[in-house]
């Protein structure tokens, strides 16, 4: 049995915090769009408590070597001497601001006023994001079939069995479950709904990563040499990491503030 089971940033994604940070100001912009909107702060406590428990993932990550990165740049400039800096960016951008894209597309989708609509606008996101670039990249020979394994300068290489992340990460997804389970109807839809949306913006997300050779699996030991994983282990992992490190875990983003009672129930208010 391999040691370690790997997901890899073979592109852009690996390297390029530029994108990062343009996710961080836009997913504050849905925030403070929301806030004077609807007159609510709940945004802004998925972004805190998403930030909290991400930022302390990452930071295990880095020190523990379960994330290895190389070059990391921001506008150009090489950040990669700046942990300070690059694991906020990657926390706040890889994960938290897709969860308050999420939370945004799934409020208004469960309106049965504003579904049409914001259904639309979804598709159209998914496809400008998800689908477009990278049909792109793949025309322009970037294939599943031309990734570059056991490369040990790879962009990102994170081991996905890693016993203190799976213990972590399965404690919160079980505080997760067990607030979706026990909170009322509509703050159970609402969360609900957000794990909808975060399942269809990451699987065709994940898809196009994988079909442009942007992200793959490898197996192997921890100093490697590793190979790239068979289709069905493949496919099993990328399910594990859109449905339970995406999908479920940052429902725990929205659920802590509900447990605090940051965030009020709709009957509440």
């Keep these: ?22 996710y961080v100001v836009f997913g504050l912009i849905l925030c403070i769009y929301d806030w004077k909107k609807n007159k609510r702060k709940d945004y802004f406590w998925v972004v805190i408590f998403g930030t909290i428990l991400y930022i302390g993932s990452e930071t295990m990550l880095f020190f523990f070597g379960g994330r ?26 890889d994960v938290v601001m897709l969860a308050v894209i999420a939370v945004f597309f799934a409020d208004r989708i469960r309106n049965l006023e504003t579904r049409k609509k914001w259904g639309i606008l979804l598709i159209v996101w998914v496809v400008c994001r998800s689908v477009l670039p990278y049909v792109i990249l793949f025309g322009l ?24 992340t799976i213990i972590s990460l399965s404690t919160l997804v079980c505080i997760a479950l067990i607030w ?3 909170t009322d109807k509509k703050s159970r839809k609402r969360g609900l ?20 050779g942007q992200r793959w699996i ?6 490697g040499p590793w190979v790239l994983a068979p289709p069905l282990l493949q496919f099993i992992m990328f399910a594990y ?9 940052t429902l725990c983003f929205l659920a802590f503030p509900y447990f605090l009672k940051l965030i009020k129930s709709e009957k509440q208010s």
């Excluded at 970037?142 to 790879?154: E, L, S, Y």
């Excluded at 957000?194 to 990563?209: A, C, N, P, Q, R």
């Design 1 to 22: 049995m391999a040691d370690g089971i790997f997901i890899i940033r073979g592109g852009f994604f690996g390297w390029e915090f530029t994108i990062k940070f343009l």
């Design 68 to 93: 290895v990165m190389q070059d990391k740049l921001l506008f150009g400039m090489d950040i990669t001497t700046m942990p300070w800096l690059w694991i906020p960016l990657l926390s706040l951008g």
């Design 141 to 164: 020979g970037n294939t599943f079939d031309t990734v570059n394994d056991n490369d040990p300068f790879i962009y990102s290489r994170r081991n996905m069995i890693e016993m203190g």
């Design 180 to 182: 979706l389970v026990k």
């Design 193 to 212: 709904y957000m794990i909808g949306v975060m399942l269809i913006l990451m699987t065709v997300w994940s898809f196009g990563e994988w079909f442009s």
């Design 218 to 223: 490898e197996v192997g030991p921890e100093e």
């Design 241 to 249: 990491d859109i449905v339970i490190e995406m999908g479920l875990f």
